[in-house]
Antibody
């Protein structure tokens, strides 16, 4: 069974740091692009960032709202994805989802096909 | 950046009704569009990709159509378990934007 399990969420003060982890199982993790998507309380979905696979040099992209503060990394040997969050702001409070990308053979685009259950990050003093 | 606009933001329909949700892109996105269903308290689930391709395991009462800037998600016969918020997403842009969501309630 394909599964993504996030961990590491919690309560942190503004300006603080937190590292989220995502453990993957049931598929060849190293082949896939991976994303983080977040959802603030009562709000919609917001893409946070992406890491590509080794074949694409593990390149990363970030939303403007987190660029320079958040860093995505991965360890293919551990089938794990990470999100290092620094200089946290109250507006970063959200459920953070780890998401697998899959390539559409026909169009070449990468869409999000498997989502974890999420981990909650609360930034508050 | 490309913007995705969904309408309506919410709707209420009866079991058995045909329900249509629209999603408009601020510029042409070909068919790089996905639809997700998020039930209360749960993670989103992929329903449709490439605008009209049904994800494996998704009931056939769900269908998608459109290309370019205008897209629709249709539920042919609404079921009680379809209570959820539905999101569209353009997945071939950087950043890949989501629509604001459409909350579907059962009368």
């Amino acid at each position: 069974e394909v599964q993504l399990v996030e961990s590491g969420g919690g309560l942190v003060q503004p300006g603080g740091s937190l590292r989220l982890s995502c453990a993957a199982s049931g598929f060849t993790f190293s082949n896939h692009y991976m994303d983080w998507v977040r959802q603030a309380p009562g709000k919609g979905l917001e893409w946070v960032g992406r890491t590509r696979n080794k074949a694409n040099s593990y390149t990363t992209e970030y939303a403007a709202s987190v660029k320079g503060r958040f860093t995505i990394s991965r360890d293919d040997s551990k089938k794990s994805l990470y999100l290092q969050m620094n200089s946290l702001k109250t507006e970063d409070t959200a459920v953070y989802y780890c998401v697998r990308d899959v390539r559409d053979i026909l169009t070449g685009g990468y869409y999000m096909d498997v989502w974890g259950k999420g981990t909650t990050v609360t930034v508050s003093s | 950046d490309i913007q995705m606009t969904q309408s309506p933001s919410s709707l209420s329909a009866s079991v058995g009704d045909r329900v249509t949700i629209t999603c408009r892109a601020s510029q042409g996105i070909s068919n790089y569009l996905a639809w997700y269903q998020q039930k209360p308290g749960k993670a989103p689930k992929l329903l449709i990709y490439a605008a009209s391709t049904l994800q494996s395991g998704v009931p056939s009462r769900f269908s998608g159509s459109g290309s370019g800037t205008d897209f629709t998600l249709t539920i042919s016969s609404l079921q009680p378990e379809d209570l959820a918020t539905y999101y569209c997403q353009n997945y071939n842009s950087a950043p890949p934007p989501f629509g604001g969501g459409t909350k579907v309630e059962i009368k």
